[in-house]
Protein backbone atom coordinates (compact mmCIF):
# COMPACT_ATOMS: atom_id res chain seq x y z
CA UNK A 1 0.00 0.00 0.00
CA UNK A 2 1.08 2.93 -0.82
CA UNK A 3 1.56 5.94 1.69
CA UNK A 4 0.12 9.31 1.43
CA UNK A 5 1.50 12.64 2.99
CA UNK A 6 -1.27 15.45 3.36
CA UNK A 7 -0.24 18.41 4.32
CA UNK A 8 -2.96 21.37 4.90
CA UNK A 9 -5.20 18.79 6.61
CA UNK A 10 -7.24 21.63 8.68
CA UNK A 11 -7.90 24.09 5.48
CA UNK A 12 -11.20 23.92 3.32
CA UNK A 13 -9.41 21.42 0.19
CA UNK A 14 -7.41 19.52 2.88
CA UNK A 15 -10.67 18.59 4.49
CA UNK A 16 -12.28 17.39 1.49
CA UNK A 17 -9.23 15.44 0.84
CA UNK A 18 -8.55 13.62 3.78
CA UNK A 19 -11.19 11.00 3.13
CA UNK A 20 -10.54 10.25 -1.38
CA UNK A 21 -6.96 9.92 0.02
CA UNK A 22 -7.55 7.46 2.57
CA UNK A 23 -9.38 5.21 0.49
CA UNK A 24 -6.15 5.51 -1.48
CA UNK A 25 -3.36 4.30 0.78
CA UNK A 26 -1.85 4.78 4.18
CA UNK A 27 -2.64 8.52 5.00
CA UNK A 28 -0.50 10.82 7.15
CA UNK A 29 -2.09 14.26 7.74
CA UNK A 30 -0.82 17.28 9.38
CA UNK A 31 -2.13 20.79 10.08
CA UNK A 32 -0.56 23.93 11.13
CA UNK A 33 -0.26 22.10 14.89
CA UNK A 34 1.92 19.38 13.48
CA UNK A 35 3.46 20.95 10.81
CA UNK A 36 3.99 24.49 10.53
CA UNK A 37 4.69 24.74 7.14
CA UNK A 38 6.88 28.32 8.24
CA UNK A 39 9.39 26.42 10.01
CA UNK A 40 11.80 25.04 6.73
CA UNK A 41 13.53 22.45 9.00
CA UNK A 42 10.91 20.69 11.12
CA UNK A 43 8.94 20.58 7.43
CA UNK A 44 11.67 18.64 6.16
CA UNK A 45 11.48 16.13 8.93
CA UNK A 46 8.20 15.48 9.08
CA UNK A 47 8.28 14.88 5.30
CA UNK A 48 11.68 12.11 5.85
CA UNK A 49 9.29 10.51 9.26
CA UNK A 50 6.33 10.41 7.02
CA UNK A 51 8.32 8.93 3.84
CA UNK A 52 5.54 9.34 1.68
CA UNK A 53 5.29 7.76 -2.06
CA UNK A 54 3.13 10.72 -2.85
CA UNK A 55 3.13 14.24 -1.01
CA UNK A 56 -0.45 16.34 -1.46
CA UNK A 57 0.09 19.92 -0.39
CA UNK A 58 -2.93 21.98 0.27
CA UNK A 59 -1.53 24.59 2.88
CA UNK A 60 -1.55 28.01 1.82
CA UNK A 61 -1.59 31.70 2.47
CA UNK A 62 -4.95 32.87 1.10
CA UNK A 63 -5.39 35.81 2.84
CA UNK A 64 -5.03 37.75 -0.16
CA UNK A 65 -5.82 41.57 1.24
CA UNK A 66 -3.38 41.16 4.37
CA UNK A 67 -0.60 39.58 2.51
CA UNK A 68 -0.36 43.11 0.91
CA UNK A 69 1.40 44.15 4.71
CA UNK A 70 2.38 40.97 5.46
CA UNK A 71 4.48 39.94 2.80
CA UNK A 72 7.36 38.10 4.39
CA UNK A 73 4.94 35.16 6.40
CA UNK A 74 3.22 35.27 2.81
CA UNK A 75 5.74 34.17 0.67
CA UNK A 76 7.53 31.63 3.13
CA UNK A 77 4.21 29.78 3.59
CA UNK A 78 3.60 29.89 -0.40
CA UNK A 79 7.18 30.20 -1.74
CA UNK A 80 9.55 28.70 0.47
CA UNK A 81 7.93 25.63 1.73
CA UNK A 82 6.40 24.91 -1.34
CA UNK A 83 10.69 24.71 -2.51
CA UNK A 84 11.45 22.77 0.74
CA UNK A 85 8.41 20.13 -0.10
CA UNK A 86 9.75 19.54 -3.47
CA UNK A 87 12.67 19.46 -2.78
CA UNK A 88 12.28 16.37 -0.50
CA UNK A 89 9.83 14.90 -2.66
CA UNK A 90 12.31 14.85 -5.11
CA UNK A 91 15.10 13.50 -2.61
CA UNK A 92 12.67 10.45 -1.84
CA UNK A 93 11.03 10.23 -5.66
CA UNK A 94 8.09 11.20 -4.10
CA UNK A 95 5.34 12.28 -6.69
CA UNK A 96 4.03 15.69 -5.98
CA UNK A 97 0.29 17.15 -5.76
CA UNK A 98 0.66 21.27 -5.60
CA UNK A 99 -2.16 23.58 -6.20
CA UNK A 100 -1.98 26.98 -7.51
CA UNK A 101 -4.15 30.23 -8.58
CA UNK A 102 -5.48 32.00 -10.93
CA UNK A 103 -4.04 35.37 -8.93
CA UNK A 104 -0.53 34.41 -10.85
CA UNK A 105 -2.65 36.30 -14.61
CA UNK A 106 -2.93 39.64 -14.14
CA UNK A 107 -6.63 39.40 -16.25
CA UNK A 108 -6.35 41.06 -19.16
CA UNK A 109 -6.58 38.29 -21.39
CA UNK A 110 -9.98 38.56 -23.50
CA UNK A 111 -10.22 34.77 -23.78
CA UNK A 112 -9.50 31.87 -21.54
CA UNK A 113 -5.92 31.48 -19.90
CA UNK A 114 -4.00 28.39 -20.89
CA UNK A 115 -0.89 27.57 -18.97
CA UNK A 116 1.65 28.50 -21.44
CA UNK A 117 0.28 32.21 -21.11
CA UNK A 118 2.75 34.65 -19.29
CA UNK A 119 1.63 35.19 -15.40
CA UNK A 120 2.03 39.05 -14.52
CA UNK A 121 0.43 38.53 -10.65
CA UNK A 122 -1.32 41.89 -9.53
CA UNK A 123 -0.77 41.45 -5.80
CA UNK A 124 1.78 39.92 -2.99
CA UNK A 125 -0.33 36.40 -2.72
CA UNK A 126 -0.54 36.04 -6.56
CA UNK A 127 3.36 36.69 -6.58
CA UNK A 128 4.15 34.01 -3.58
CA UNK A 129 1.90 31.76 -5.52
CA UNK A 130 3.97 31.58 -8.99
CA UNK A 131 7.46 31.61 -6.75
CA UNK A 132 5.82 28.73 -5.27
CA UNK A 133 5.04 27.56 -9.01
CA UNK A 134 8.25 28.25 -10.29
CA UNK A 135 9.84 26.75 -6.94
CA UNK A 136 7.79 23.37 -7.31
CA UNK A 137 8.85 22.94 -11.10
CA UNK A 138 12.72 24.14 -10.54
CA UNK A 139 12.67 21.01 -7.75
CA UNK A 140 13.25 18.62 -10.81
CA UNK A 141 11.03 16.01 -9.27
CA UNK A 142 7.64 14.38 -10.41
CA UNK A 143 5.35 17.44 -9.20
CA UNK A 144 1.48 18.14 -10.87
CA UNK A 145 0.51 21.38 -10.13
CA UNK A 146 -3.37 22.25 -10.17
CA UNK A 147 -3.82 26.27 -11.12
CA UNK A 148 -7.50 26.60 -9.85
CA UNK A 149 -9.79 29.71 -9.07
CA UNK A 150 -12.67 30.87 -7.24
CA UNK A 151 -12.79 27.86 -4.53
CA UNK A 152 -15.14 27.64 -1.81
CA UNK A 153 -15.93 24.48 0.17
CA UNK A 154 -18.42 24.07 3.41
CA UNK A 155 -16.11 25.19 5.97
CA UNK A 156 -13.30 27.61 5.91
CA UNK A 157 -13.34 31.52 5.13
CA UNK A 158 -15.06 31.89 1.19
CA UNK A 159 -17.28 33.80 -1.35
CA UNK A 160 -20.22 31.38 -0.81
CA UNK A 161 -20.02 31.16 2.54
CA UNK A 162 -19.68 34.62 3.38
CA UNK A 163 -22.36 35.25 0.39
CA UNK A 164 -25.20 32.90 2.34
CA UNK A 165 -24.14 34.58 6.02
CA UNK A 166 -24.20 38.21 4.79
CA UNK A 167 -27.23 36.97 3.13
CA UNK A 168 -29.21 36.13 6.32
CA UNK A 169 -27.92 39.62 8.07
CA UNK A 170 -28.20 42.10 5.42
CA UNK A 171 -31.84 43.51 3.35
CA UNK A 172 -29.51 44.54 0.22
CA UNK A 173 -26.07 43.04 -0.70
CA UNK A 174 -23.76 44.69 -2.97
CA UNK A 175 -21.38 42.19 -5.01
CA UNK A 176 -18.39 42.92 -8.19
CA UNK A 177 -19.77 42.41 -11.70
CA UNK A 178 -16.85 43.19 -13.91
CA UNK A 179 -14.89 40.13 -12.84
CA UNK A 180 -15.08 36.66 -14.50
CA UNK A 181 -14.38 33.32 -13.36
CA UNK A 182 -15.75 29.56 -12.74
CA UNK A 183 -16.15 29.20 -8.99
CA UNK A 184 -14.50 25.70 -8.33
CA UNK A 185 -15.88 23.59 -5.35
CA UNK A 186 -13.35 21.56 -3.48
CA UNK A 187 -15.08 18.36 -3.94
CA UNK A 188 -14.25 18.37 -7.48
CA UNK A 189 -10.18 19.59 -6.60
CA UNK A 190 -10.23 16.58 -4.20
CA UNK A 191 -12.09 14.44 -6.75
CA UNK A 192 -9.18 14.81 -9.70
CA UNK A 193 -6.65 14.77 -6.93
CA UNK A 194 -7.69 11.41 -6.00
CA UNK A 195 -8.47 10.66 -9.86
CA UNK A 196 -4.35 11.30 -10.89
CA UNK A 197 -3.13 9.32 -7.90
CA UNK A 198 -5.76 6.51 -9.00
CA UNK A 199 -3.56 6.66 -12.85
CA UNK A 200 -0.31 6.62 -11.44
CA UNK A 201 -1.12 3.63 -9.20
CA UNK A 202 -2.51 1.69 -12.17
CA UNK A 203 1.03 2.31 -13.51
CA UNK A 204 -0.24 5.26 -16.01
CA UNK A 205 1.89 8.50 -16.68
CA UNK A 206 1.23 12.07 -17.24
CA UNK A 207 0.55 14.52 -14.47
CA UNK A 208 3.51 16.10 -14.74
CA UNK A 209 3.92 20.15 -14.88
CA UNK A 210 0.82 23.08 -14.66
CA UNK A 211 -2.28 22.21 -15.30
CA UNK A 212 -5.43 24.25 -15.54
CA UNK A 213 -8.74 23.44 -13.48
CA UNK A 214 -12.37 24.34 -13.28
CA UNK A 215 -16.24 23.50 -14.16
CA UNK A 216 -17.53 24.32 -17.35
CA UNK A 217 -18.78 27.66 -17.88
CA UNK A 218 -18.04 31.02 -15.94
CA UNK A 219 -19.94 33.91 -14.29
CA UNK A 220 -19.36 37.13 -12.23
CA UNK A 221 -19.02 37.07 -8.58
CA UNK A 222 -22.15 39.23 -9.09
CA UNK A 223 -23.64 36.00 -11.05
CA UNK A 224 -22.17 33.70 -8.57
CA UNK A 225 -24.09 35.19 -5.62
CA UNK A 226 -27.37 35.08 -7.40
CA UNK A 227 -26.94 31.55 -8.34
CA UNK A 228 -26.18 30.59 -4.75
CA UNK A 229 -28.67 32.35 -3.16
CA UNK A 230 -31.64 31.77 -5.24
CA UNK A 231 -30.72 27.98 -4.16
CA UNK A 232 -30.49 28.39 -1.31
CA UNK A 233 -33.64 30.47 -0.68
CA UNK A 234 -35.46 27.30 -3.03
CA UNK A 235 -34.31 24.88 -0.54
CA UNK A 236 -35.59 26.96 2.73
CA UNK A 237 -33.06 28.76 4.25
CA UNK A 238 -34.10 31.91 5.40
CA UNK A 239 -32.65 35.37 4.20
CA UNK A 240 -33.05 38.64 4.21
CA UNK A 241 -31.29 39.65 1.09
CA UNK A 242 -33.23 37.26 -1.61
CA UNK A 243 -31.33 37.21 -5.27
CA UNK A 244 -34.01 40.11 -6.11
CA UNK A 245 -31.69 42.03 -3.33
CA UNK A 246 -28.30 42.20 -5.06
CA UNK A 247 -26.61 44.64 -6.57
CA UNK A 248 -23.82 44.36 -9.17
CA UNK A 249 -21.26 47.70 -8.98
CA UNK A 250 -17.72 47.94 -10.30
CA UNK A 251 -14.96 46.39 -9.15
CA UNK A 252 -13.81 50.09 -8.50
CA UNK A 253 -16.70 50.19 -6.35
CA UNK A 254 -15.41 47.90 -4.29
CA UNK A 255 -12.33 49.15 -2.63
CA UNK A 256 -9.97 46.49 -1.51
CA UNK A 257 -6.18 46.37 -0.40
CA UNK A 258 -5.22 43.79 -3.18
CA UNK A 259 -6.44 43.59 -6.85
CA UNK A 260 -7.92 41.09 -8.37
CA UNK A 261 -7.93 39.67 -12.15
CA UNK A 262 -11.10 41.18 -14.05
CA UNK A 263 -10.68 37.49 -16.10
CA UNK A 264 -9.91 34.43 -14.26
CA UNK A 265 -11.37 31.72 -16.44
CA UNK A 266 -8.79 28.76 -16.93
CA UNK A 267 -8.87 26.84 -20.37
CA UNK A 268 -8.95 23.28 -18.98
CA UNK A 269 -7.93 21.13 -22.37
CA UNK A 270 -4.85 20.30 -21.10
CA UNK A 271 -6.16 17.98 -18.54
CA UNK A 272 -8.95 16.80 -20.22
CA UNK A 273 -6.68 15.65 -22.43
CA UNK A 274 -4.74 13.38 -20.44
CA UNK A 275 -7.31 12.76 -17.75
CA UNK A 276 -10.92 10.84 -18.40
CA UNK A 277 -13.20 13.14 -15.99
CA UNK A 278 -15.95 15.08 -17.40
CA UNK A 279 -16.05 18.59 -15.60
CA UNK A 280 -19.51 19.31 -14.23
CA UNK A 281 -20.95 23.12 -15.23
CA UNK A 282 -20.22 25.50 -12.49
CA UNK A 283 -23.71 25.58 -11.32
CA UNK A 284 -24.54 22.24 -10.68
CA UNK A 285 -21.53 21.78 -8.15
CA UNK A 286 -23.22 25.51 -6.57
CA UNK A 287 -26.63 23.62 -6.24
CA UNK A 288 -24.97 20.54 -4.89
CA UNK A 289 -23.15 23.20 -2.09
CA UNK A 290 -26.49 24.89 -1.41
CA UNK A 291 -28.45 21.29 -0.69
CA UNK A 292 -24.82 20.64 1.53
CA UNK A 293 -25.53 24.17 3.41
CA UNK A 294 -29.57 23.74 3.66
CA UNK A 295 -29.67 19.51 4.70
CA UNK A 296 -32.14 19.54 1.56
Known sequence: MQKILLLGKDGQLGWALQRP?????????????SCDLGEAQAL?????????????????YTAVDRAESERDLCFRINAEAPRVIAEEAARANARLIHYSTDYVYDGAKTGAY???????????????KLAGDSAVLAAGGHCLILRVSWVYGR?????????????????????VD?????????????????????????????GNGVYHLAPRGHTSWHGYAVELIN???????????????????????????????????????????ELPI??????????????????R
Open 114 to 128: VEADAPNPLGVYGAS
Open 231 to 273: EAARRGMKLKAGAGRIRPIAARDYPVAAARPANSVLDCARILA
Open 278 to 295: CLPDWRDDVRRFAAEMTG
Open 44 to 60: RAAIRAAAPDVIVNAAA
Open 21 to 33: LALRGELVAHGRA
Open 178 to 206: DQIGAPTSVELIAEVTARWIDRWQEGGEG
Open 155 to 175: TGNNFARTMLRLAAERDELKV
